[in-house]
């Protein structure tokens, strides 16, 4: 017997007791889930983080899993909570960007406002919506409601495409860091399928005061102490550091402008 | 088939092997157990900030569950293990204050001392009896033992009350910090239904140098810049900021002295 | 009815998508392991350190637990990927000694190198293997296929031993810090048995500037403020302080040398 898989996705951090309530509303629903943490160290309130480390995650789970994602700043406001299918794969998530990079969310055409208020913990709390909204039905999808069950159908919701890199008018593009891993590796806006549209490779990209023009196959082949370009893990082009922090180097931050050109 | 579903709350961090080695002892003991951790980052030592955490997490968790929490900085010494039921729980813990907040704790009469070494793991260390007895204990209990069988019935255990709000002399109420979450939010020791209880609402919030005296409904309600009270998801009154930590401009930490006002 | 049993070590932190991704692929080729993070909180590229934690932890497991290692400063380099079984559990990971204190390894010899590329995650990425190669693979362990299946037997493999303690000339050793663990204790490399082999207790340790003569039985029999040797849970002998940081005492970190007396 194949048990309900249900992935958590937070900012909420691993020191209070938020996770754990949103494990135990989900057990006292689903007692026969398998919940497994993609993270909850996103940096509070960074969106674009969340959706980055959520995209690369999903593709990697079976079909049928539900997603649950919580970077929330508008909890509490008017700000709609969704429920969504994309890829085989349930997402549940407040309405505010954070399943804009996940595969074949972009086209997704079968996206619920999450309305029923019978599917949630009762009383809502006005600051706990991962305990009292999205774990719940999270949980009741899991066991079997149907996604239709949960509100009404939407036609519009946020795509949240602000992270796209765009043209710079010379050529090359501009973006902002996605990402820095534990590493120091500095994960760029710039899919590498991008570049096989365009049947171009690029050839220098400029972070901080930092100009990059090196680039390398593997970690193992980068020289020591020289910063260079990698085709990172989820091909997206990085800017890595062999055996040490690229981000250091470049004083980079989430969100620090990038400049890529080809020539 | 429902699975017996055991929590761990500790303050061994997760960077060493001292909670995975828990998870071993208790898998080796009921194979079919859910492990779900509440949190391993409580404060090393901090049995105050343990006590509120385990208690925010249990109510959320369903009936029959076993909750394991260690932050025991007496280990070795004398002081005694106990398991106790509380509100459909199991729990095992020191007897050091770690359960005194947990609902319906303080009028419980059916707490045993753990003192059968039967169902520990052997040889018992003299520094780490989570591994060597709460997580074997915890794990018999979870596959079926008796309660009764860990030991005797004691007739007075541990109730750490220190954390409970104290009256000021002028209508008021002293307390301490309970927590500060990830978020900077600052958890007061003043729980909403004491409010209710004598139908006020403060109207002065004190702590270090700071002065509050706004109320806000939502995170969202509240202006960005200035720091509010708030109803926590937990009941408990909160000092918050909105996208702000409240706790770096309080200047408050774990245990930093408030007092509460009423007009 | 057993669940498989995985558990994963790593040095890549829980920020990242990549300890996620590990445990996607897992599920998705065997839906039914229960997955335990021993810790990914290693220090990036300290495969001393993921050596000791991984011993520590291995002999709480039930056997047949498959444990998959990843501390991993050669990917994409000819590094091998090894598999293999000892003292009744199955390990996967890189041939850097990241196995080489686990119980019983040392004189392992059914150890196969990882080449079967049918039970690999395709594409494989240059720089990913821990999702490409070692969870697939440890999956595929985990649902019965054989370790045989892996690859060629290797006759010949890293047991790094760079960590094992050696004779000072003066009848002590010389030894460095294996781990300090969250609340400052120094785990040394010197281990209780070898002192019951020659009959002798230490007199006097040395690290950095510190001379510690002091033996304890416990943490709490231990004076607050004063340094004192301790028989560590995991029976090596450990620098602590009572309430406090041994390491920071010591200015000592992983690594650090160590000198131990006998009189």
New interface residues.
């Given amino acids: 017997m194949?048990?309900p898989?249900i992935?958590l996705l937070t900012?909420?951090?691993?020191?209070?007791?938020?996770?754990?309530?949103?494990?135990?509303?989900i057990?006292?629903i689903c007692?026969?889930a398998?919940?497994?943490?993609?993270?909850?160290?996103?940096p509070?309130?960074q969106i674009g983080a969340g959706a980055y480390?959520?995209a690369?995650?999903?593709?990697?789970?079976?079909q049928g899993?539900v997603h649950v994602a919580v970077v929330d700043?508008?909890?509490?406001?008017a700000r709609r909570a969704i429920a969504a299918r994309a890829g085989g794969h349930l997402f549940i998530a407040p309405d505010n960007g954070l399943l804009s990079l996940v595969p074949g969310a972009a086209h997704q055409k079968t996206v619920f406002e999450i309305t029923n208020s019978r599917l949630f913990r009762r009383p809502v709390?006005?600051?706990?919506h991962g305990?009292d909204i999205f774990a719940p039905v999270a949980a009741h999808l899991a066991g079997g409601v149907a996604l239709t069950k949960v509100g009404p159908r939407l036609a519009a919701w946020n795509k949240g495409n602000e992270l796209t890199p765009q043209p710079d008018g010379s050529g090359g593009w501009n973006g902002r860091v996605l990402?820095i891993?534990?590493?120091g590796n500095i994960v760029t806006p710039f899919h590498w399928k991008d570049f096989a549209a365009v049947a171009q490779r690029p050839s220098r990209l400029r972070i901080g005061s930092l100009t990059v023009t090196d680039f390398a196959?593997?970690?193992?082949?980068m020289p020591v102490g020289r910063v260079a370009l990698?085709?990172?893990?989820?091909d997206f082009l990085e800017v890595c550091l062999r055996?040490g922090s690229a981000a250091e180097v470049a004083g980079a931050a989430f969100g620090t402008a990038i400049n890529l050109a080809f020539t």
Wanted: aromatic share 10%; no cysteine; glycine share 8%.
């Fill in positions: 194949k048990r898989l992935t900012d909420f951090g691993t020191q209070d007791h938020y996770v754990a309530a949103m494990k135990g509303v057990l006292g007692p026969n398998q919940i497994i943490d993609i993270t909850h160290d996103i509070p309130f480390t959520l690369q995650a999903v593709p990697t789970f079976p899993a700043p508008g909890v509490g406001s709390s006005k600051t706990f305990r990402s891993d534990r590493f196959e593997t970690f193992d082949s990698i085709r990172g893990s989820a055996q």
